[in-house]
């Protein structure tokens, strides 16, 4: 129910733009979500997002990336740019069936998407 697509390889510095389509549920209830996982590490939170103007991001990121949604296409966005090796990792969109004050806590998703791989090289 959730595809998602957009990684691949980029020099420290550069930019990619994540996409994940969402199938199958009425997008517009649903709070969506960016995780990570990078090798060795446990899967951490990104950012999520509920409507335009809520959205929540880790500290690391802030800045860096941006999350977007477009409900005529059920599709989140991440716009990864001044990407940084660290950000190398296995990206995954998230679905929660209502609003979440805690976005980051994983146990609050109920669809995950099969995850894409950006890697950044130095």
């Known amino acids: 129910q959730l595809q998602a697509s957009g990684g691949g390889l980029v020099q420290a510095g550069g930019s990619l733009t994540l996409s994940c389509v969402a199938s199958g549920l009425f997008f517009n209830s649903y709070y969506m979500g960016w995780f990570r996982q990078a090798p060795g590490n446990e899967r951490e939170f990104v950012a999520g997002?509920?409507?335009?103007?809520?959205?929540y991001y880790v500290d690391s990121v802030k800045g860096r990336f941006t999350i977007s949604r477009d409900s005529a296409k059920n599709t989140v966005y991440l716009q990864l740019n001044r990407l940084k090796p660290v950000d190398t990792a296995v990206y995954y969109c998230?679905?929660?069936?209502?609003?979440?004050?805690?976005?980051?806590?994983?146990?609050?998703?109920?669809?995950w998407g099969q995850g894409t791989l950006v890697t950044v090289s130095s």
């Open positions: 998230a679905a929660a069936r209502a609003y979440t004050s805690t976005p980051y806590n994983q146990r609050r998703y109920d669809y």
């Open positions: 997002i509920w409507s335009g103007d809520s959205t």
